[in-house]
């Protein structure tokens, strides 16, 4: 096959019914990324360019997803036949390969599908199978003597010694785009279900004398997702998958088991991960950083030799430059966090900047929104924040400047300057222990 005149059917007209969510199945994340993307995603790195998506009606969520490749609607759900056809005038007459997949399989990788296209050079008809645990419910696929795929039987329709094979449908298929449409338009509905079935199609190839071909592959790729039991199942699937990924490239796990990563998580080399850290949809981390436990990212980007944590939450739009350290109860939101700057102990910087070396002291606070909207915060090089400083945005502190702890800071403090709001301290000697003794006195206590 080349890879320019190759493409791809996936169906994802189904309603999903059994996950029991008000948005379209496909649509729901898998390591951050939706069912039907995890599919999008294996065509590209097969490098099948062209593909349509056959939606239910109003699906404009999958469509979504879908983009920018075309989705076709499947107005009645009569079939994966019938689905299949859908994508006929959007296709225009395929001559190469073309695969037709499933929205809800997620797991299947582009290598197994890389097979059943070389496969493909010496049949019209290639099926991806797998020998079910419990083949209840698959179609069967009935070969010959000479292991050439002869039909595919639905569970519904199969004789008792059909239901005894254990090989079975995936659903996945590679198809001579040549013959693809003409068989489909000799599918009929005359079965268990009265439904138009994809699998028919092995059948009516081979009456007509082409060779029909199975691909195996692995149980564990053919999970479909129609329930929230099989999506956890596929995310363990998927995890354990990115883990040994990040692993491979030369990120250090304590306890690889307790991290969640997404699928667009991109590690440098020498990262190490502590325990029960969650990586959401876009971090970036560079070289040597260092995660320690308990941390929650998104949308983050963590540069070389960073430290963060533990317990640190990143949230979109954080910058972390190299060499920073992010501590403990520190969150991060839509600001930059300049080179070698310290922020290590219960803060919040939002909508900021805190320039390469400052120091921010425990418990400081950017207060960047007024409850209409919000302000940013500068904070310059190498200044210096004292604990339990509350800096009222839009507020900048200069380099270099020092703020006295315990400062509710909302008007700009030039560079070099020291800056503090606090209320003079007043300290009366004794007065402490003449309180005590006249309250032992008066309640008898102490
Ligand atoms: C199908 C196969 C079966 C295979 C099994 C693997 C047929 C006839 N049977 O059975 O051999 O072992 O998958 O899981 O193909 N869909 C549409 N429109 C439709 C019908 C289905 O888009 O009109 C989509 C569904 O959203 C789903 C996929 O096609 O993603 C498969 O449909 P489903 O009803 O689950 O087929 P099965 O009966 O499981
Ligand atoms: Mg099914």
């Not at 533990?310 to 600001?335: M, T």
Request: hydrophobic letters at 40%.
């Amino acid at each position: 096959m080349t890879q320019t005149d190759s493409a791809a059917i996936v169906l994802a007209a189904g309603e999903g019914t059994r996950m029991r969510s008000r948005r379209p199945k496909v649509s729901h994340p898998l390591a951050g990324r939706p069912l039907l993307g995890h599919v999008l995603d294996t065509l590209d790195a097969v490098g099948v360019g062209r593909r349509v998506v056959v939606v239910g009606p109003n699906m404009p969520q999958v469509e979504a997803i879908a983009a920018p490749h075309p989705t076709v609607p499947q107005t009645e759900r009569l079939g994966t036949a019938h689905a299949t056809l859908q994508a006929r005038l959007a296709l225009d007459d395929p001559s190469g390969t073309v695969l037709i997949l499933y929205g809800d399989t997620p797991l299947i990788r582009p290598e197994t599908l890389r097979a059943m296209v070389e496969a493909r050079d010496n049949a019209a008809v290639v099926v991806l199978g797998f020998r079910a645990v419990d083949p209840t419910g698959y179609g069967r696929l009935v070969t010959g003597a000479d292991g050439a795929l002869e039909a595919i039987v639905e569970h519904k329709d199969a004789s008792e010694a059909q239901r005894a094979i254990t090989l079975c449908n995936s659903g996945v298929m590679a198809v001579d785009g040549r013959l693809l449409f003409p068989l489909l338009d000799r599918v009929g509905n005359d079965n268990a279900k009265g439904e138009y079935y994809l699998t028919d199609i092995v059948a009516l190839a081979r009456a007509d004398g082409h060779r029909c071909a199975v691909v195996e592959g692995d149980e564990a790729e053919m999970l479909g997702i129609n329930d929230r039991a099989q999506l956890a199942a596929a995310e363990r699937v998927v995890q354990d998958r990115l883990r040994a990924a990040a692993m491979a490239g030369g990120v250090t796990m304590t306890d690889p088991g307790s991290v969640i990563l997404s699928m667009d998580t991109r590690f440098g080399q020498d990262v190490t991960v502590g325990p029960f850290c969650v990586f959401g949809p876009g971090v970036t981390v560079g070289d040597d950083v260092e995660f320690k436990g308990f941390c929650h990212l998104e949308g983050c980007v963590i540069e070389a030799g960073a430290t963060v944590g533990p317990y640190a939450r990143l949230r979109p739009a954080a910058v972390i430059g190299e060499g920073a350290h992010i501590g403990n109860f520190v969150e991060v939101k839509k600001a930059t966090v300049e080179a070698g700057a310290k922020v290590n102990h219960l803060t919040y910087i939002g909508d900021a900047r805190v320039g390469a070396k400052a120091n921010i002291g425990a418990g400081t606070i950017t207060c960047n929104y007024d409850g209409f909207a919000k302000h940013h915060t500068d904070i310059g090089a190498g200044a210096f924040i004292g604990s339990n400083s509350a800096l009222v945005a839009p507020v900048k502190i200069g380099d270099g400047a020092i703020i006295g702890a315990g400062s509710a800071i909302s008007r700009d403090v030039p560079a070099d300057a020291l800056s503090l709001t606090r209320a003079p301290q007043d300290t009366r000697e004794g007065w402490a222990a003449k309180f005590r003794s006249r309250m032992k006195r008066l309640t008898g206590k102490g």
